[in-house]
């Protein structure tokens, strides 16, 4: 297998895997063992993974929980540990968004299920259209000062959300963000690509994309039936979303790109993810050792200009 590569969040020091892993549905949800959890998590960090991404709604923080306990067993140095705050935690009404409030209540609880003192980075897991966007920046801040936070960042926030943010922050001499967290995949492009990766670019943030195989559509393994056992036979109205569109249709044709470069499509799509511009990480998720080998193994395929002209035509840039 190739060597794992390694790349900085947009202009900062830390530097994270171009493959990282999340535990999105899985850790906590669809894998409630501690040891398949741990063997997935350990696998990943001796391929060279270093960056893990959770969020505090992940099985509603069982994810923290068990994912901690794994990473507890590996150097915290060697880890970029990121979760998130936004969405509701409970039916409390403070037990949820961007203000100061629920947001330092959040990382100290995140902290304890994680078992560790400190996040890499704190992502806003959405924009709060309620909270005004200077309690939050000024909340960062503040926990980036007392060394809970060492970044912060930002989840599908649009380009104008992103550009105030920085305004702000720079207005008071505070941190902005480092990172944005948006949905990136062959299926999903016109955001990022017409509005969040230059209002990243220019304000020096990294981008590390979610749901790079559309939630294993891209895999082909839904072809033709939904298999037992897998993400979208679980989750209805994911299965709904993705089969409304030609998703399935262009996952199948994209074969032929990919029996050429002698790789699988998960692998294609993975490879290109990780090549467009501005990707710092491209956040698996993975519920077998099997999968993560395979995935990883996009390490080795470079995206040549026949298989990108290809795959541009197969699933443009504005057909989403
Ligand atoms: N910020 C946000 O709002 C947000 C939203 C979603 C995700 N995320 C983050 O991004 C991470 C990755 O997203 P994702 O899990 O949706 O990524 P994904 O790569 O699009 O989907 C991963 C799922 O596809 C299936 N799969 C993966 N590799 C496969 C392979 N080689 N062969 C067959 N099936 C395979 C597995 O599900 P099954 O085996 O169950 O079918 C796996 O859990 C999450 O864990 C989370 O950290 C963030």
Redesign the pocket.
Same mark, same amino acid.
């Given at each position: 297998m190739a060597d794992m590569t390694y790349r900085p969040l947009g202009r900062c020091g830390t530097k994270v895997s171009t493959l990282?892993?999340?535990?999105?549905?899985?850790?906590g949800g669809?894998i409630t063992s501690e040891r398949t959890t741990r063997e997935i998590l350990h696998a990943a960090f001796d391929a060279g993974v270093n960056f893990?991404?959770?969020?505090d709604v992940?099985a509603l923080g069982a994810a923290e929980t068990i994912m901690g306990k794994a990473l507890a067993a590996l150097p915290r140095h060697h880890l970029v540990i990121?979760s998130?705050c936004f969405w509701p935690m409970s039916q409390d009404v403070n037990d949820r968004g961007l203000s100061r409030k629920h947001i330092v209540e959040s990382v100290e609880r995140s902290l304890q299920r994680i078992g560790t003192d400190y996040l890499d980075i704190l992502?806003c897991?959405?924009y709060d259209e309620e909270t005004p966007l200077e309690e939050t920046v000024r909340a960062m801040e503040d926990l980036i000062r007392q060394g809970k936070l060492l970044y912060w960042g930002t989840?599908?926030w649009t380009g104008a959300q992103i550009r105030e943010a920085h305004a702000i922050a720079d207005r008071r001499n505070a941190y902005g963000p480092q990172v944005e %967290?948006? /949905?990136y =995949?062959l299926l999903v492009r016109d955001k990022v690509e017409g509005d969040v990766q230059p209002a990243a670019e220019d304000h020096g943030m990294g981008l590390?994309?979610?749901?790079?195989?559309?939630?294993?559509?891209?895999?082909?393994?839904y072809d033709d039936a939904v298999?037992e056992?897998?993400?979208?036979?679980?989750i209805e109205w994911l299965r709904e979303q993705l089969f409304a569109g030609e998703g399935r249709e262009k996952t199948k044709a994209m074969k032929a790109t990919a029996d050429r470069l002698g790789c699988?499509r998960?692998?294609l799509?993975?490879a290109w993810a990780a090549a467009q511009p501005g990707v710092s990480s491209?956040?698996?998720?993975?519920?077998?050792i099997? %999968?993560? /080998?395979? =995935?990883l193994g996009a390490l080795e395929v470079t995206v040549d200009d026949e298989a990108r002209a290809a795959l541009d035509d197969l699933f443009p840039a504005s057909g989403n």
């Open positions: 990282s892993l999340g535990g999105w549905t899985t850790f669809s893990f991404d959770i969020a992940y990121s998130k992502f897991h959405r989840s599908e %967290q948006p /949905q =995949n590390v994309v979610w749901s790079p195989l559309a939630s294993g559509l891209l895999t082909g393994k298999p056992d897998t993400r979208l036979a679980r699988t998960t692998q799509a993975l491209v956040i698996l998720g993975a519920t077998s099997a %999968q993560l /080998q395979e =995935n």
